[in-house]
């Protein structure tokens, strides 16, 4: 929870804002008496009543206009699963260097950036009950992957570079219950995801930092220290949903399967992951 050294700011800027996770992160920004400016491609149909700027983050002209006037950012935008290299270089890389470029511009000081275990992703899962670290070397499983391993390099450079106050979220998997065995270990419940993007805008001193973003789970291989050392408590575990996922009567298909044994980034590291629709494709396409 907030410390002593309370140094909130006052106006925020979020893009992605009318995705699964800023549906999260919008109501505690909220309640700690933030203003927000939300920014997507899109405007949902629950806006928070909240003000909206709808543009798209490779727009460079069209996104410093939306940012401008904020004290902070939280940069979420971006293509969330495998996808072919033109588009995840245009919307997830080229599209943070834009939001980070801007944002410096702007004299934005602070960046709070969704990164994710895929970054990481063909990272052994420990053998012997230990965690990974939150700051372990990259390991992309996916071209997702590689650009948030380019994301969280942006963001280490636009701190030393720049002096922004830059935290990394490896988000795990956020979904508003476990789904399968492999995320009795990685899930982020919805309320946590909200608590740790309010913590990552709360800190006692500027720094680069990578933190996971996963719940309390009594499985979890994931380090927790990066997230108390911002002072985030996370509330919820997967536990709860063990006897559905993994007890003699669960489904055959949440079991974990080779790739969930092996590699942190579970499916993302089989040869199958996750892709887009086409017609999520097409519509990204229009944007190139
Ligand atoms: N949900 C998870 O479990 C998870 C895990 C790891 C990382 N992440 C990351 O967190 C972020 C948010 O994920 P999510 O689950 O909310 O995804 P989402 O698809 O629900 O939301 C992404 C939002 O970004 C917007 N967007 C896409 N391209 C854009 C563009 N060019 N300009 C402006 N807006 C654009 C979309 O319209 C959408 O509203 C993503 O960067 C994702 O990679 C999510």
């Avoid at 928070?48 to 709808?54: G, L, R, T």
């Avoid at 965690?131 to 969280?152: C, I, W």
């Avoid at 536990?239 to 003699?248: K, M, Q, R």
């Avoid at 969930?260 to 229009?286: A, L, V, Y």
């Amino acid at each position: 929870m907030s410390g002593p050294w309370v140094q909130l700011p006052q106006r925020v800027a979020l893009t992605g804002a009318a995705g699964s996770l800023a549906s999260d992160i919008i109501p505690a920004l909220l309640a700690s008496g933030m203003e927000l400016r939300c920014i997507d491609r899109v405007r949902p149909e629950r806006d928070f009543d909240v003000e909206w700027a709808v543009c798209d983050i490779t727009d460079r002209p069209a996104l410093s206009a939306a940012l401008s006037g904020c004290d902070a950012v939280i940069h979420l935008a971006g293509i969330p699963l495998e996808d072919d290299w033109d588009r995840i270089l245009k919307v997830n890389i080229d599209g943070t260097q834009a939001v980070l470029d801007c944002a410096q511009r702007l004299g934005i000081t602070k960046a709070v950036l969704a990164s994710s275990i895929h970054a990481a992703g063909f990272t052994p899962i420990p053998a012997d009950g230990a965690r990974v670290p939150d700051e372990t070397p990259v390991r992309p499983n996916t071209f997702y992957g590689v650009s948030k391993a380019a994301l969280e390099a942006l963001g280490s450079y636009y701190h030393d570079r720049h002096g922004m106050d830059i935290t990394c979220l490896r988000i795990a998997s956020r979904f508003e219950t476990p789904r399968d065995a492999r995320m009795l270990s990685t899930w982020l419940s919805p309320a946590d995801a909200g608590a740790l993007f309010l913590q990552a805008l709360d800190k006692p001193s500027n720094g680069y930092r990578i933190v996971w973003g996963v719940s309390a789970n009594t499985r979890s291989y994931l380090s927790a220290a990066g997230g108390t050392a911002i002072g985030y408590e996370p509330q919820d575990d997967a536990e709860l949903w063990a006897p559905d996922l993994v007890g003699p009567g669960a489904p055959e298909t949440l079991q974990a399967a080779d790739w969930d044994q092996q590699f942190i980034g579970g499916i993302f590291s089989s040869p199958f992951p996750p892709r887009h629709t086409p017609q999520q494709s097409t519509e990204i396409q229009e944007t190139i």
